[in-house]
């Protein structure tokens, strides 16, 4: 079961096609899913060719996706159920199979939700995993608890933290009454403690504004101010739709400025390894 198969991607009209599919995408999953139908980049909107898109193209956003899945519709279950299928869990830990998936979408918010897209996960690792002892159920299970392992250690609002000895009581007779031995259940706390579950750095802090959802690239750059004794200030970039944006913090809806990138050349410095320089083709 591979993570990864390519999109066919026939020069620079299906690479335009694709960008603005995922502009849309972000706005509405179904119009962008029916803009890649019309254009015939993917044959047609059956659960496998979705499950397949949002895998492999880039820019889309793993709030939507998140979203998406977490649909109780029979069409939206059986996208779920094909993209899971697309991801490798064989000979992973079930905590790290949950961090291989979470890495790939936003969790959704409802509880329901969240109980749909487990329960699916469960299946599908249970499957992935043959040799594994205890099942669908104690996949699910365990899951939950990990799930809240997680919220309950790294959630800053969350004062006292669970510790271990309530972890392995709280998954006290799980396996159809038997007990996990304590030191399965000590090395995921460990796991989990020393490295939260969570998406990529750069999805986490995805914006609700479309425009900068998913963007080409973003990430911190030290901007300098004007004039020779101006000092240099800390700031989120996003380029995106042709423009660079900068962000006082990720949190930001709108921008501090505005860069247009048309007519521009980038380079970076000689002297400085570093630096980042920006121009007109005019030198201005």
């Not at 998936?101 to 509880?111: D, N, Q, Y």
């Not at 300098?224 to 240099?232: E, F, I, V």
Request: glycine share 6%; charged share 25%; hydrophobic share 40%.
């Amino acid at each position: 079961m591979s993570d990864r198969v390519s999109v066919p991607i026939d020069g620079l009209r299906d690479r335009v096609v694709i960008r603005k599919a995922a502009e849309k995408f972000n706005v509405s999953v179904k119009d962008g899913i029916n803009h890649l139908v019309q254009n015939k980049i993917i044959q047609s909107d059956s659960p496998a060719e979705v499950a397949r898109v949002f895998h492999e193209i880039q820019g889309l956003s793993k709030r939507k996706i998140g979203e998406f899945l977490g649909k109780p519709t029979a069409y939206n279950q059986q996208v779920l159920s094909a993209w899971l299928g697309r991801l490798n869990l064989s000979d992973l830990d079930i905590d790290q199979g949950i961090r291989h998936m979470i890495l790939k979408m936003r969790l959704p918010g409802e509880a329901q939700q969240i109980d749909r897209m487990i329960e699916k996960f469960a299946s599908e690792y249970a499957a992935q995993n043959p040799d594994f002892e205890g099942g669908v159920d104690l996949v699910y299970v365990l899951s939950f608890s990990i799930i809240m392992l997680n919220t309950d250690l790294h959630n800053p609002s969350i004062p006292r933290k669970m510790s271990c000895a309530a972890f392995i009581h709280n998954n006290r007779g799980i396996d159809n009454g038997k007990d996990i031995p304590a030191e399965v259940l000590t090395r995921i706390y460990q796991r989990i403690k020393a490295d939260p579950i969570r998406m990529d750095e750069d999805d986490m802090f995805e914006s609700e504004v479309s425009t900068f959802v998913a963007p080409l690239r973003s990430g911190w750059l030290w901007k300098k101010g004007g004039g020779h004794l101006s000092t240099s200030k800390k700031y989120w970039f996003v380029v995106t739709d042709g423009c660079l944006y900068y962000f006082v913090s990720r949190q930001d809806r709108s921008p501090r400025a505005i860069i247009p990138l048309e007519q521009c050349r980038v380079a970076a410095s000689r002297s400085k390894p570093d630096l980042i320089i920006l121009a007109r083709h005019d030198g201005q």
